[in-house]
């Protein structure tokens, strides 16, 4: 039984001594370094990440105006089309 709370006490004793070293390596200057550089990374990564979306944004509007000239001018010749038909068919019926 005493074996068991030197193996408990032990491993609790690590435990404090570990977390107290984590902290104090959490908390240097050279880790606020490593984190300085890692939050500019991020950064630098969303700013890139942003402009590529914008870019895609831009073009994507760019097919929408494109594609709905297309149906606009296509909508035009259907109706000059019917319009032809129209004429042909009531010249024949007068006729």
């Known amino acids: 039984m005493t074996t068991d709370f030197m193996k408990k006490a032990a491993l609790f004793a690590g ?8 902290i104090k390596i959490l908390s240097s200057k050279d880790a ?28 994507a509007e760019d097919i929408l105006a494109e594609a709905k000239a297309v149906n606009s001018s296509r909508r035009e010749e259907v109706f000059e089309d019917q319009s032809e038909e129209n004429t042909e068919e009531t010249t024949t019926c007068e006729s």
């Open 15 to 22: 435990g404090v001594l570990f977390g107290t070293a984590g």
């Open 32 to 59: 606020k370094k490593l984190y300085v550089q890692t939050t500019a990374a991020a950064l630098r990564a969303k700013e890139c990440v942003m402009n590529t979306a914008t870019s895609i944004q831009e073009n």
